[in-house]
């Protein structure tokens, strides 16, 4: 089948590469350039890269609903155009020029977790199960009918980032599924329940400073749910320290909510709401991320802290 993609993050990576192997990819969209770092170096999408290195033409439009870029477009006459996280809302000029219409692997169970963030909030929410869907485009907000599912077991040192990986892999190979029904006309269209649907809006800034007057799970559930981005945090001493990972304590303790309860060998232990929180990842304002027993080699961690 001739194929446009359009993806960006490392997540759509997989199933571009699994495209180019069975299908023809005659063009690539992708965000445009960032700059990075202190140099502010223009750095490509991982998408684009992939791209680039396959020798397939990359358009990145400031706005893919650009009236110009849409005729472009139609030029391809695309049998399918398969969308990955590529960060753009599709018009609907755009939706009814493909053949066998638009299809977006979506990284959830849908109607569950529409939106931007999909897998962190299926982290961050304690979820048994994530996954991924299949679906056709519709104006609405990953609204449109599915195709196929699969779900993935959500594993308890499971980090938004291990899921991620996982998810990328399972939807390259669900995405190649979907368009085999499809040349076979084999699809069957199932409608979503607007009832059960739920929203994964994108992740804000201020949702990283974690509020300890929460039950431990809920703690510990948003730190894996923002780890390795955007990266939770909490103050030290008027100091930021980021919490790249932590588990539920099972030793029972007193103190006050935010307080530093024990400190360990390997960790160190935070009271919550509802139980406690061992922290065992961390990065210091400018620092690189160690575990928290080697951090304390190097810097104090002092019981009867109050973290805010």
Known sequence: MKIVFMGTPEFAVPTLEALIEKHNVAAVVTQPDK?????????????????VENNIKVYQPTKVRDGEFVEILKEYEPDVIVV?????ILSEDILNIPKYGCINVHGSILPKYRGAAPIQWSIINGEEFGGVTTMYMAKGLDSGDMILKAEEKIKDDDTYGT??????????????????LIE???????????????????????????DWDNTSENVVNLIKGLNPQ???????????????????EKTEYSGEIGEIVDVRKKDFVVKTKKGAVAVKEVQAQGGKKMTADAYMRGHTIEKGIILK
Do not use: C
């Open 184 to 210: 076979r006309g084999e699809v069957v269209r199932v409608p979503q329940n607007d009832d059960d649907a739920t929203l994964a809006p994108m992740i804000t800034r201020d949702m990283e400073h974690i």
């Open 163 to 180: 899921l991620y990986d996982r998810l990328s892999y399972i939807g390259a190979d669900l995405l190649i599924k979907t368009l085999d």
């Open 84 to 88: 990955v996280a590529f960060g753009q």
């Open 35 to 51: 700059p990075k770092g202190r140099g502010k170096k223009m750095i490509f999408s991982a998408v684009k890269e992939k791209a």
């Open 230 to 248: 955007p990266v939770s945090y909490t103050m030290y001493n008027d100091e930021k320290l980021k919490i790249w990972f932590a588990e539920v």
